[in-house]
């Protein structure tokens, strides 16, 4: 009962006192009022005081410049009607066109003219009235007038509120109507009565504004006896500030957020919080879980691999360039500042959808919400036995097992006998001239004419053949033809052999059948084309081509309340009806949006919009001062586009450890031409002893150590 009453207290303190709107409709009318009243009074206030200063001045027979005659006579009618309102407000807050200025703008009145030209003339009014329709006026001038009014009202919602609680409180301290600020040494503000202080202090301050004005209304027909038009004046202002509230700037804000948000944790305390499961800790899970940091949510994340990987890098660990703990993180530590999250390293299974629970290959965790961001995995087309020959690029663990690949290809060429087996060691065929295929073939073309230099006595690694096949009419696809023409012609430079147009129809341990051309090489990479992960048949769902899950616009799963799908594992047509690509930004942007319908689902509200994608550009690098950009319309390629490709992915890099060692990685290697990261492990040994990526599950001996691989494949994500 008593924690009723206290919060029953609290909302009554919080609408009254702090809420910018006065019991929501009758609060903005009153305002709307208010203005009003300020408006015809000032615009009287003004003809009369022109009309007695010329009587006064000059009589009438002398008559007075056109200009001034066009401010004394049209002012006041645009002011009283509310048309151009904030630029009239303004000039006559100036003094333009006024005789005796001095006289007629008190500090009270130049209050009043501040909230017009600041806030605008209220609903109504003619400006009101006309504004509506201006903003749909094609035309530059008008739509940028209507932006500059709008900023102007975000301001008017912070300044104006603070401004004129500080110069009423003066005012009516000082015990005049026209001084606002009590001079130094007058001791004007000590000499008021404590009566009259303490509201005055409370204005300032901003506590308990909206009674404070109140009282003060009461009060100022005793502090301005003999001046009836600064009491009106006065009151106007505290009537402003009883409509408007104390604004951001104040106490009565700051206990109000304190108020929400302490009833708000009393909820979360009371209420069971809904559990929601991430599964993936890639790009998109990880942007679901930090959306949700200060949602009343538990949230458990579940991943195969204990860490997350920044992909667009995972070729520079596969070339040398890169150490793995550079562009990785552990997920633990990732997240360990936000308390509602829970890590968990599981592989998946399936879904009971029954018991609503996510099935782990140990144990089961139930769930309210779900979200699948389990990102793709390799696909090689139906010819999954190539994947022995041509592994592909999704992990660590596969960036440093092409690393390995290619190192040992060097090692092996150097004691070759055989000139055919030589030339076939030292050939390296990258299939796929996408984003991935093209900096891959550039980053092993260039390690091997610059990376390897004076190190070799039996072969010139200068000499290897990069061969980069690309079944499309050009690489990089996603991008416009000029800057793909461009792409290729610096894969040329580097002296990688661009085949456009071609399809590999056989990989094997001694080549490639390219067409019906046999290419002898012993380093196969797969960068052509990627499947979902298995969470379609964990759903009982057919999926698309690709094997992604169809979501609906809301990114949910259809059938299956509460659950969702993101980045590579969802098929979804948020891009103007297209299908979203499979990028980073995408799975993030997704990962956002399932948090805002997850809280709004909690708090029992449906989601007002579908996803949109966004799409920003395309980046993609080729080599040393090599590199083609695509932002919108903005295109660069060279030593340009490669130094913002640059900046772009240290600054989208987790952790300040990993933005200082990938730059410094990068200094030295641009400087000194050399990669430090060129270990060749006894897992690497054992894989080219049997010439196969995933036949390594077996001990093997090197340099009297034991060394095993478990063969697990890592978590792929989007």
């Given at each position: 009962m008593s924690g009723t009453l206290a919060r029953r207290a609290a909302e009554v303190f919080e609408t009254w006192a702090v809420s910018p709107s006065w019991a929501g409709v009758i609060g903005r009318a009153a305002q709307a009022a208010l203005l009003l009243v300020a408006r015809v009074w000032l615009s009287q206030a003004i003809f009369v005081h022109q009309l007695m200063t010329m009587m006064h001045a000059r009589g009438f027979a002398e008559t007075?410049?056109?200009?001034?005659?066009?401010?004394?006579?049209?002012?006041?009618?645009?002011l009283a009607t509310g048309l151009l309102t904030r630029p009239v407000a303004l000039l006559l807050a100036l003094g333009v066109g006024l005789d005796d200025a001095g006289a007629?703008?008190?500090?009270?009145?130049?209050?009043?003219?501040?909230?017009?030209?600041?806030?605008?003339s209220g609903p109504l009014s003619l400006d009101f009235l006309l504004g509506r329709g201006l903003a749909r006026v094609p035309v530059w001038a008008v739509r940028t007038g209507n932006r500059f009014y709008n900023r102007l009202d975000a301001l008017a919602g912070v300044a104006l509120p603070l401004v004129t609680r500080l110069g009423v409180a003066f005012?009516?301290?000082?015990?005049?109507?026209?001084a606002i600020?009590?001079?130094?040494?007058?001791?004007?503000?000590?000499?008021?009565?404590?009566?009259?202080?303490?509201?005055?202090?409370?204005?300032?301050?901003?506590?308990?504004?909206?009674?404070?004005?109140?009282?003060?209304?009461?009060?100022?027909?005793?502090?301005?006896?003999?001046?009836?038009?600064?009491?009106?004046?006065?009151?106007?202002?505290?009537?402003?500030?009883v409509s408007s509230g104390a604004g951001p700037a104040s106490l009565d804000a700051v206990f109000a957020r304190w108020i929400r948000l302490v009833w708000r944790r009393r909820d979360r305390a009371n209420r069971v919080a809904p559990h929601v499961v991430v599964v993936g800790g890639g790009f998109g899970g990880i942007a679901v879980v930090r959306a949700l940091r200060q949602a009343a949510c538990r949230i458990t994340l579940v991943d195969r691999s204990n860490h997350t990987v920044f992909q667009p890098l995972l070729y520079q660990v596969a070339t040398a360039a890169l150490s793995p703990a550079d562009i990785a993180a552990p997920i633990r530590s990732v997240l360990r500042g936000q308390a509602n999250v829970a890590v968990r390293l599981g592989e998946v299974t399936g879904i009971d959808g029954a018991a609503r629970e996510v099935v782990l290959t140990h144990g089961r965790i139930p769930f309210d919400h779900l979200v699948l961001a389990t990102g793709a995995r390799h696909s090689y087309f139906g010819q999954d036995h190539w994947a022995a020959h041509a592994p592909g690029l999704k992990s660590i663990d596969d960036a440093t097992a092409m690393r390995g690949r290619m190192l040992l290809a060097f090692e092996r060429a150097e004691g070759a006998v055989d000139p055919a087996e030589r030339q076939a060691l030292l050939t390296f065929v990258v299939v796929g001239g996408g984003p991935t295929g093209v900096e891959l073939a550039g980053a092993v073309a260039e390690f091997a004419r610059t990376g390897l230099d004076k190190e070799y006595r039996a072969i010139n690694p200068a000499s290897a053949r990069v061969v980069l096949v690309q079944s499309a009419p050009r690489v990089l696809p996603a991008f416009s033809a000029m800057l793909s023409a461009r792409a290729e012609r610096a894969l040329h430079q580097l002296g990688v052999e661009v085949r456009?147009?071609?399809?590999?129809?056989?990989?094997?341990?001694?080549?490639?059948?390219?067409?019906s051309d046999q290419l002898a090489a012993r380093t196969v990479f797969w960068a052509a084309g990627v499947a979902a992960s298995p969470a379609a048949a964990w759903l009982g769902q057919a999926g698309d081509a690709a094997g992604r899950v169809i979501v609906d616009d809301d990114l949910s799963v259809p059938g299956w309340s509460g659950v969702y799908a993101i980045g590579?594992?969802?098929?979804?047509?948020?891009?103007?009806?297209?299908?979203?690509?499979?990028?980073?930004?995408?799975?993030?942007?997704?990962?956002r949006y399932v948090a805002r319908a997850i809280r709004a689902a909690a708090e029992g509200r449906a989601m007002s919009d579908s996803f949109r994608y966004r799409h920003y550009g395309n980046l993609a690098t080729i080599g040393r001062l090599a590199a083609v950009l695509e932002l919108r319309r903005l295109r660069l390629w060279g030593a340009p586009a490669?130094?913002?490709w640059g900046a772009a992915h240290v600054l989208l890099l987790a952790g300040g450890r990993n933005r200082a060692a990938v730059v410094l990685n990068w200094l030295w290697a641009y400087l000194t031409y050399k990669r430090g990261t060129r270990l060749i492990t006894g897992r690497d040994i054992a894989a080219g002893v049997d010439n196969k990526m995933n036949n390594t599950a077996e001990p093997s001996l090197?340099?009297?150590?034991?060394?095993?691989?478990?063969?697990?494949?890592?978590?792929?994500?989007s």
């Open positions: 007075p410049p056109v200009g001034v005659t066009m401010v004394q006579g049209v002012a006041p009618l645009l007629m703008l008190t500090k009270p009145r130049l209050l009043l003219l501040a909230w017009l030209a600041v806030g605008g005012v009516i301290a000082a015990g005049s109507g026209f600020w009590a001079v130094p040494g007058t001791g004007a503000l000590v000499t008021a009565p404590w009566w009259l202080l303490l509201p005055c202090w409370a204005l300032i301050f901003g506590a308990v504004t909206r009674i404070s004005a109140l009282l003060l209304c009461g009060l100022a027909p005793a502090v301005f006896s003999g001046t009836t038009a600064g009491h009106f004046d006065v009151v106007l202002l505290l009537a402003l500030l456009t147009g071609a399809k590999v129809t056989h990989i094997s341990q001694d080549g490639v059948a390219i067409d590579d594992t969802a098929a979804s047509k948020g891009w103007g009806g297209a299908a979203v690509p499979g990028l980073a930004p995408a799975a993030k942007q997704q990962g490669w130094w913002f090197h340099m009297g150590r034991s060394v095993v691989y478990s063969g697990r494949a890592s978590a792929n994500r």
